[in-house]
T-cell receptor, first 115, second 112 residues
């Protein structure tokens, strides 16, 4: 158990809909990361938040957005869903060292299925 | 654009040493290299992290040459339970600034 929790575990929805994925980081970790894992794209970095502020951005679509709240939990919002958004979504957290990243510990993931 | 590449798959036998290499030619100057293990439908699990030369912990060693453009994960005496996908993760710079890049993953099959 990494100490990172994600809810829900599974989510099934229809095209065009909007969903919210939730992540609680490990105790003491200020940084949260979101990743998408699909069969054809592998593990893709989406976005990082540090203590409530966006810190780095990866391959995140404009239909997707995230935020980190004062209690440090984070939410990933996916809107106007398409079939291709079906994937595993992972959250990770870290204590940031130095200028950039820290050792990231991953949650169990949310499996999103868009029908 | 930063590209992080690994062999797609490797086979080994129980008790052998396995070495998996990751190429990361655009790694950021101040960034670390991290390796993860992933089982089906689970989150990646941290194995080892290093910046340069050699790092060893209770499960693996990590070798990083001076130019840091590659790294090699070494798993001593693998067992059947080490059958999994192994990923390297590095930070790199692209036009948008800093970003994290996973290798495509190496599927390790350990046979009895």
């Amino acid at each position: 158990d990494s100490g990172v929790t994600q809810t829900p575990k599974h989510l099934i929805t229809a095209t065009g809909q909007r969903v919210t994925l939730r992540c609680s980081p490990r105790s003491g970790d200020l940084s949260v990361y979101w990743y998408q894992q699909s069969l054809d794209q592998g593990l893709q970095f989406l976005i990082q938040y540090y203590n409530g502020e966006e810190r780095a951005k990866g391959n995140i679509l404009e239909r997707f957005s995230a935020q980190q709240f004062p209690d440090l939990h984070s939410e990933l919002n996916l809107s106007s869903l398409e079939l291709g958004d079906s994937a595993l979504y992972f959250c990770a957290s870290s204590v940031v060292k130095g200028a950039v990243w820290g050792t990231q510990y991953f949650g169990p993931g949310t499996r999103l299925t868009v029908l | 654009l930063a590209k992080t590449t690994q062999p797609i798959s490797m086979d080994s036998y129980e008790g052998q040493e396995v070495n998996i290499t990751c190429s990361h030619n655009n790694i950021a100057t101040n960034d670390y290299i991290t390796w993860y293990q992933q089982f089906p439908s689970q989150g990646p699990r941290f194995i080892i992290q290093g910046y340069k030369t050699k790092v060893t912990n209770e499960v693996a060693s990590l070798f990083i040459p001076a130019d840091r453009k590659s790294s090699t994960l070494s798993l001593p005496r693998v067992s059947l339970s080490d059958t999994a996908v192994y990923y390297c993760l590095v930070g790199a710079r692209n036009n948008a600034g800093n970003m994290l890049t996973f290798g495509g993953g190496t599927r390790l099959m350990v046979k009895p």
